[in-house]
């Protein structure tokens, strides 16, 4: 079982939709969860800390399940900007050093 | 503006040749990772270096070795290249303390070709 998986879609959807993105973690003693993005041939960039409380950054809402391993991303009403792919990070062990695990990402086409 | 920098974007390389991806980054950060981007794999972590000198392995260290001699600067090589390291090289950073986040920062990757 991979340590980190989430669907790899593609996720195609029209602007103004409302998407969501799942991923799950193996290792339960996890300590710290984010979610980067990708934009085609570019480098990933952090996106946002995902907390147990939920967290929201503008249209975008991040949450954690630590009883069910579970991460989520909620993106609402979707811009052309937002296509991109998703990686869901994993950071394995308190204080490893910084080692984090990333997810093959999810891929999202916001269409006109 | 944190920056990493990658010695190429593009590289052609031959079955047998030995290749060096270089990597600098300008934020004193004392991690650096190399990871290797794969259709349908993701990013995979090949080695790591947390401190000058230090190296640990990755996921997939077999075929690379590494070199850090300077904070700044981390190097991948590739000691008899072959096709299946065809890829997209990722370089990345980031602080080991006083942060919440470990935030890494990445370059903008080399894509390297072995024929």
């Known amino acids: 079982r991979k340590e980190v998986e989430q669907d790899p879609g593609p996720f195609n959807v029209p602007e103004g939709a409302t998407v969501a993105f799942n991923c799950t973690y193996s290792?339960?003693?996890?300590?710290?969860f984010f979610w980067y993005r990708q934009d085609c041939r570019k480098e990933p960039k952090l996106l946002m800390s995902v907390y147990s409380s939920g967290n929201e950054d503008g249209r975008f809402t991040a949450q954690l399940n630590r009883a069910s391993q579970y991460i989520s991303l909620l993106i609402r009403d979707s811009k052309l900007s937002d296509s991109a792919t998703y990686l869901c990070v994993v950071n394995p062990v308190y204080n490893q050093g910084g080692k984090l695990i990333f997810g093959q990402g999810t891929e999202l086409s916001v269409k006109p | 503006d944190v920056k990493v920098t990658q010695s190429s974007r593009y590289l052609v390389k031959r079955t047998g040749e030995k290749v060096f991806l270089e990597c600098v980054q300008d934020?004193?950060?004392?991690?650096m990772f190399w990871y290797r981007q794969d259709p349908g794999l993701g990013l995979r972590l090949i080695y790591f270096s947390y401190d000058v000198k230090m190296k640990e392995k990755g996921d997939i260290p077999e075929g690379y070795s590494v070199s850090r001699e300077k904070k700044e600067r981390f190097s991948l090589i590739l000691e008899s290249a072959s096709t299946n390291q065809t890829s997209m090289y990722l370089c990345?950073?980031?602080?080991?303390?006083?942060?919440?986040?470990?935030?890494?920062?990445f370059g903008p990757g080399t894509r390297l070709t072995v024929t």
């Open positions: 990345a950073s980031s602080l080991r303390f006083r942060t919440p986040t470990y935030e890494q920062y």
């Open positions: 934020m004193d950060h004392e991690n």
């Open positions: 290792n339960s003693a996890s300590q710290s």
